[in-house]
């Protein structure tokens, strides 16, 4: 292994046996959001693959993941996303729908893969041999190009949201419990739909 890859390249290159040849990283994002689906990605990236800027989604900027994930969008073998929706979320709770959207992202991949490299999760239901990394975004480069790809992804969502539902202020907050946010569903109530009603912070009478 040339001494010139990346920390989380070398990362992941320590999973590589006979057993283990083609290896995916899973992540998510929208976990502790009031609004919006939760998105997981699942990607397949080429063996010699490296990227020295690539990180974890929530140290980079904008501009900077939206470069990257056209990067990685473009020279992955595989990728696929995974929504759940914030109804099912709220029937589910937010734990088993993260799970679900990973299930679903890793199922939409349409290849064989040895093992899955998942943040901090470590048990789905999937035929696949699963691996949960605590900080995973921060160690291995395939989950932190997940991590990039559902961010990226995830906010597009949330951006076109935010035009039918300006006064949320989607495409600034994203979904989360920001300021502007709990005062915007104080003032016009949730969104059914859109809304998670089963976390604080969300009115239990959808207005919409």
């Known amino acids: 292994m040339s001494r010139s890859y990346s920390r989380l390249k070398k990362f992941d290159c320590s999973f590589i046996s006979d057993k283990y040849q083609i290896i995916a990283g899973v992540d998510e994002v929208g976990r502790g959001c009031l609004a919006g689906p939760v998105v997981a ?15 974890d989604s929530k140290v980079l900027t904008k501009k900077k993941r939206e470069e990257l994930s056209s990067l990685i969008i473009d020279k992955a073998v595989a990728y696929a996303f995974g929504e759940v929706s914030a109804p099912l979320i709220d029937e589910l709770n937010i734990l088993e729908a993260t799970k679900l959207a990973m299930k ?17 999760i470590n048990k789905l239901d999937v035929k696949n041999d699963v691996v949960g990394i605590i900080k995973g975004d921060a160690k291995s480069l395939s989950i932190a190009s997940a991590s990039i790809l559902a961010k990226v992804y995830r906010d597009s969502l949330m951006a076109d949201l935010a035009k039918n539902y300006p006064q949320y202020h989607f495409d600034r907050n994203k979904g989360y419990g920001t300021k502007d946010h709990l ?13 998670r009603f089963s976390f604080q912070g969300v009115s239990f009478i959808p207005l919409f």
């Open 104 to 120: 679903i992202a890793i199922e939409k991949i349409g290849l064989n893969i040895d093992l899955v490299l998942v943040d901090a």
């Open 41 to 55: 990605s699942c990607v397949i990236l080429p063996k010699d693959f490296d990227n020295q800027l690539i990180d």
């Open 183 to 195: 005062a915007a569903i104080n003032q016009f109530g949730p969104i059914k739909g859109v809304h």
